[in-house]
């Protein structure tokens, strides 16, 4: 007898996947995700820290040279690609879900943020973006007079 993970919205979502690719609908793709432009689209975690903003993408499997992060008019990209592994046909394969290819997420970036600060780094598939803010968007205290 046979395991297999019962998921009874999975076919419907894959369903509209197919008539979506063979309509060509969202051919352009979604400006600030990135999906319709990649194969893939990696999930992230965003927060907002009082002195900068941090971003976590799971990017497991891609390696540090496949992966390409940019910051333009308030932009921040990410992209990259998980390479495609060799597969012996001698194997019988009866599901495959890990998405190989080519990814892009996109995010608008308030005008607070230190462009020239930004740093990453990945460890354990996790990328660790930190988008500082600038000094002057640093909040402050006003005191009230009586």
């Known amino acids: 007898m046979t395991l ?3 998921e009874p919205f999975n076919l419907l979502s894959q369903f509209q996947r197919e ?5 060509d609908v969202g051919r352009f793709g979604d400006e600030e995700t990135g999906h319709g432009l990649a194969d893939w689209a990696p999930a992230v975690d965003i927060k907002e820290e009082p002195n900068q903003f941090v971003i976590h993408a799971d990017l497991p499997g ?3 040279k496949d992966i ?10 990410l992209k990259g690609q998980r390479a495609m592994e060799q597969r012996e046909e001698s194997k019988n394969y009866r599901r495959v879900e890990r998405v190989r290819g080519t990814f892009l997420r996109r995010f608008s970036l308030p005008d607070a943020v230190d462009a020239e600060k930004v740093t990453a780094k990945c460890r354990d598939g996790v990328l660790e973006v930190l988008v500082p803010k600038r000094e002057t968007a640093q909040p402050r205290r006003i005191a009230i007079e009586s």
């Open 4 to 6: 297999m993970r019962y």
């Open 19 to 23: 008539v979506n690719h063979l309509l």
């Open 62 to 64: 891609v390696e540090v």
């Open 68 to 77: 390409d992060i940019a910051l333009e008019n308030g932009i921040l990209t």
